[in-house]
Structure formats: C-alpha cells, structure tokens
C-alpha cells in the first residue's frame, strides 16, 4: 500500500516534472526575446527559436559550439577570458546588469542588441543564460533623433548669425538715418544764413568802395569783407554737402589738394607748434572725385590731428598710389599724428554722427560722420587706426575713377569702412 502509495507519488512527481519541462519548453518556444543558455565553458546549451531568427542559425549548428561564434571580432576571442575571469574572481561585467552589445549573425552582418544576462547554480555547477533584445530600431530611432537634434542645433546657430548680420545692419541704417537728418539741419541752417551773409556783403561792397585807400578804417573793412566771404563759402559747401547726389566731379590732383588745405590751416598748426612733414609721392594719379568735398574731408581730419596735439608734435602727410581690394587703381591719403590717440573703448564709435569727446562747443561729433559719408559717396575706404598716448593714423584710399564718381551717386553707396586697433 505505501509502496504503490510511494509509487504513485513519484508517478505524480514525474507527471508534473515532465508538465513543468513541457511549460517551461513552451514558455523559451513563445518567447519574443532569444534566450541563449551557456555553460561554465562558454558552450552553447539550449537557443530558442527568437534566437534562432536573431543570429540567422538553426539550434543544431550552435548548441555545442563556443558562444563566441555569436560575437564579432575582438568580443569572440576575448570572452572566453572574460568568462573565466568572472570564474575566478567573481569580476562581472554583463552577469545581473546587462548592456548594449553587438551581435553577429551566421552571414557575419552584425546588429546592436541588449543582452541581460542571468547566472544559475545547482550543486556545483553553473549556466549562464542571455536574453537577448534586437535594438536595431531603436538605435535607429535614436541616431534619427540626434540627427534631427544636430540639425534644430545648425537651424539655430543659422538664425544667431542672421539676427547678429540684421543688427548691425539695423546699426547702418540708423546711423545712415542720423547722418541724413544732420544734412537736412545742416541744409537748412546754411539757407536761413545765405541771405543775411548776401546783405552784408552788398553793404560792405558798398561801403568799401565809398572808402578812401588811405583811410585807416579801410584795412578793417577787406577783413570783414574777407570773412564774409569765407562764410559765404562754409555757408555754400554745407548747401553743398546736403545735396546729394549734385556733386561736381573733375579731376583731382590730391597731392594739391592735400598741400591747399594744409595752407589753410597753417597759421594755426604753426600755433600750435605742429610740424607738417609732407610725403607726397611723385607720380601719384590724379583721381575724379568732388574737390570741395575732398577738402572738408582733409580740413577735418586736420582739424582733428590738430586737436589731438595740444602740446605740438608732428603731422606726418602721405599720398602715394595704391589699389583698392578689388584690384581697382586707388589713391592712398594718410594723416598720421603724434597726438593723444584714441581709447580702443571709443574707436568702434568715432565716426558716429555726434560722438565727441571735446569739451562743448569745442566739438560737433560731425567731423568724421562727414567724411565717412563723403569717402563712401567716393566709394573709397576710410581707416583708423590708433593707440593712447602715441597717437593716431587715418588712412584714406579712394579709387581713381568709382561708378560714383563718374557717374554722379544717386542713391546712397554703402562703402565699407572700419577703425581698429592696431
Ligand atoms: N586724430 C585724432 N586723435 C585723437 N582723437 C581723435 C582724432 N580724430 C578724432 N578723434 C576722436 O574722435 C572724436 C570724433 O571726431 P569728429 O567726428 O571729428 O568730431 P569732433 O572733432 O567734433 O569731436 C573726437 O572727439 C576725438 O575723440
Ligand atoms: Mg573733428
């Protein structure tokens, strides 16, 4: 009775071993994962069939085989090592964490793959089992992603730069704006002072010719007349500079000019105990450009060379031929002094309209916007460059024959221009 009893147990016993082996077959057969069981050696034990599709292999050709048949080069000759390492020591790198890896398929393509990876012991032996995912998508997925990130990243470095480029020339347009009210004030202060200057003038004409030669008083009259004139011409040249586009262009030897405008300030660079040192070179081309204009351009830069030398010091004058950087034939103008330079901090903002930093009424801020605007309508360049205490070097180049001055601007011509230190 307890021997069948007994029997009947281990009957049941076995049944449901044999249920539990069956489940457990089921169980592998259904997975969606591959399950790959190795033994201590690394063979191959048991594959299912999610495994099977993986690695392109029937059950047959692997089980039995090194586990390393499933990796590529170096993974396949290492991990035999690694596996008795871990034997030895107990140093693990897959076992109870899992990663990423890569897999190689029977053809010898390989894939990325997620391998988790579980250790069973019974009495003294051991298995290892590998549940292995295909990541190929999501691997995909995500080299999709960071190229789409790669590109919003480009997409906005493209936008900074255009925002940057539509700032500076927003930056353009309102200092073109500035200069452009300054001529219409400009313009109009000179009309409202063109009639009282053409009254005055008659009178004195008047007056000097009821004037005896001998008179003592007569001497005073020429200088009032000559100063008249004199504003009558600033007067005329503002009209001048606040039309644009009534240029009256002709051949112009600068060297000339240069020497001219230098004389008419003289006196006062004498004063001052300026030296003027020349150095106009012989056989610099003559250039088509607007002569008046020309002028104030070099009247203002001496003014401001003059201004920066309050001690005395040198000005050092050059013209000499040069090209533009197209190629184009040009004219070099320099204006170099032995003043009191500029602070880099102010150099990028010299030549905006108003910017000054004389004390009132001894400075307009209007000197250099003039001749910026007045090179550019040339579509020449204008430089400077400068360093404290040392002093300081405009740089004029200005091509011997331009669109603009050959065929009178009328729009306005956005030349390039910049300042810098040296
Ligand atoms: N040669 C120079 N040396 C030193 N500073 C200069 C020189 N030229 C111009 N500057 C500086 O640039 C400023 C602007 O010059 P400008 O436009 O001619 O106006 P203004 O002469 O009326 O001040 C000056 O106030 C001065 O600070
Ligand atoms: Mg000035």
Known sequence: ???????????????????SRASVQALLEAAVDGIISIDERGIIQTINPAAERLFGY????????NVGILMPPPYCDEHDQYLAR??????????GIGREVVGRRKDGSTFPMELSVAEARWGNRRAFVGIIRDITERKRAEEALRQTNASLESAVAELKAKNAEIRAMT??????????????LAASIAHELNNPLATISLRIESVLSRTPADDPRRRALEIIDQEVRRMSRLVANLLDFSRRGEEQIS??????????????VAHHLR????????????????????????????????????????QGGTLTLRTAPTTMDDGRPAVLIE?????????AANLP????????????????????????????????????????????TVTLRLPVRSDANVAPIRNSVVAPDSTKAP
Not at 86 to 95: C, S, W
Not at 172 to 183: C, D, N, T
Not at 251 to 264: I, Q
Not at 283 to 310: E, H, W
Request: charged residues 25%; aromatic residues 4%; proline residues 3%.
């Open 335 to 343: 204006f170099s002094d032995t003043g009191i330079g500029i602070p």
């Open 58 to 65: 029937n059950a047959e050709e692997l089980v039995g085989r």
């Open 1 to 19: 009775m307890r021997a069948s009893a007994s029997a009947g147990h281990q009957t049941a016993a076995r049944d449901s071993l044999t249920t």
């Open 251 to 264: 051949t112009v030897d600068t060297r000339r000019e240069l020497a001219e405008a230098v004389e008419l």
């Open 271 to 310: 004063k001052r105990q300026i030296q003027v040192v020349q150095e106009l070179t012989p056989g610099t081309p003559d250039i088509f450009a607007d002569r008046q204009k020309l002028r104030q351009v070099f009247l203002n830069l001496l003014t401001n060379a003059s201004d920066a030398m309050p």
């Open 171 to 184: 930056q353009q347009l309102w200092q073109a704006a500035k200069l452009a009210s300054v001529g219409e």
């Open 349 to 392: 903002r010299i030549m905006e309209p108003f910017f000054t930093t004389k004390e009132e009424g001894k400075g307009t801020g209007l000197g250099l916007a003039i001749c910026r605007r007045v090179i550019q309508e040339h579509q020449g360049t204008i430089t400077i460059t400068s360093t404290e205490g040392v002093g300081t």
């Open 86 to 95: 871990y034997l030895a020591t107990g140093q693990k790198r897959i076992i």
